[in-house]
C-alpha cells in the first residue's frame, strides 16, 4: 500500500488524512501538538478571511462548503447549518470540541516533532505539509506571519445567535455553540499568548453590545493564524513533498477543498488504489465523485465579499 505521511493536526492534517486515507493511502500524521492546536481555539464559522488568492479561495470554500453541508446531516460530526446576520443562506458552523476528534478518530497519530521533511520523505511515498504556522521555521518560509487571535468563551444560557462583523478593521463575532458562546476577536501581529485585561473587557463590550444576555464571566484563549501572501498548495519541485499551509483565517472554510487539492498532486507523486465506501458517515473521495455526478445542478454558496 502507498505510505503517505501528513505533518501537523490542525484541521487541515486532519482533513487531509481523511481525503488521503480514503481514497487508499496509509496515512500516518506527525505532529508536535494533538489536541492543543490553532483549529481547536479557532471559532470554526465557514467565513473566508483573511486569505489569499481570491480565486483559488472561492473554489477551496465553496467545495468545503458542500462538504460541511453534507456532514451537518451525519450525526456526531460537530457541524451544523445556522443563520448568520447579513448572509442570504445558511453557513457552516463547526464546533470543534466535536468535529476535530471526529475527523481523528480513524487516523493513526504520532506525536512528534518534525524538523526535515526530506528526511521523512526517505521512509514515505509522499509527505503532505500541514504545519500550518510551524511552516516557517520547518521550511524557512519568512511569508508565513502570525495573526493573533483572541477569543473569549462564556457559557451558553440559552442563546441562539450567530453575528460575524468587521468594521474599520475591527473582527467581531458572537456564535452559539451546544455548550458555549465563542466572542471575538482581534487579529494583531503581536506573538505573546499575554492578553491584556482591557483587551478582553473591549472584546467582550463589543460582543454584550450584540448579545446582551452573555453571562459576565469569560475564559480566554489565544490562537495564531498562519497568515501568508497566499496560500501554499504545491508540490515541492524534485521532491515527493506537497505543501499545504498558509490558510490564514479560513482553515476550516477551506479544508475540504484543500484536501482534493492535495490529493489530486499525491496521486501524481504516488498513485494510490481508490476505496469505496464511507466510515461513519465520513467522506471518501470515491463517494465525493459519486454525489458530484448525481446530485445535478450545483446551488450556490455564499462566498463572502468581506475579505482582507
Known sequence: MTRAAVVGAGVAGLTCGVVLADAGFDVTLFAREIRATTSAVAAAIWYPYHIEPKRKVERWARASYREFERLARVRGSGVSMVDVFGEQLPVPLIETPIYLPWLRRNLRIHRRTIRDLAALARDFDVVV??????????????????????????????????????????????????????????????????????????IYARC????????????????????????????????????????????????????????????????????EGRRDGAPTAAGTAARRRSAGPRRSTPVSRRRR
Not at 467581531?172 to 499568548?193: C, F, P, Q
Open 129 to 202: 505539509n500541514c504545519a500550518g504556522l510551524g511552516a516557517r521555521e520547518l521550511c524557512g518560509d519568512s511569508l508565513l506571519q502570525p495573526g493573533r487571535g483572541v477569543v473569549l468563551k462564556t457559557a451558553n444560557p440559552g442563546i441562539v445567535r450567530h453575528m460575524v462583523r468587521i468594521d474599520r478593521d475591527e473582527l467581531t463575532y458572537v456564535l452559539s455553540r451546544t455548550d458555549d458562546v465563542v466572542l471575538g476577536g482581534t487579529d494583531d501581529a503581536s506573538e505573546s499568548r499575554d492578553v491584556p485585561p482591557e483587551l478582553a473587557a473591549a
Open 208 to 275: 454584550a453590545a450584540v448579545e446582551p444576555r452573555l453571562p459576565a464571566e469569560f475564559a480566554i484563549d489565544v490562537g495564531f493564524r498562519p497568515l501568508r501572501s497566499a496560500v501554499r498548495l504545491e508540490r515541492e519541485r524534485g521532491t515527493r513533498i506537497v505543501h499545504n499551509y498558509g490558510h490564514g483565517g479560513a482553515g476550516f472554510t477551506v479544508s475540504w477543498g484543500c484536501a482534493r487539492d492535495v490529493l489530486r498532486i499525491a496521486k501524481t507523486v504516488a498513485p494510490a488504489p481508490r476505496r
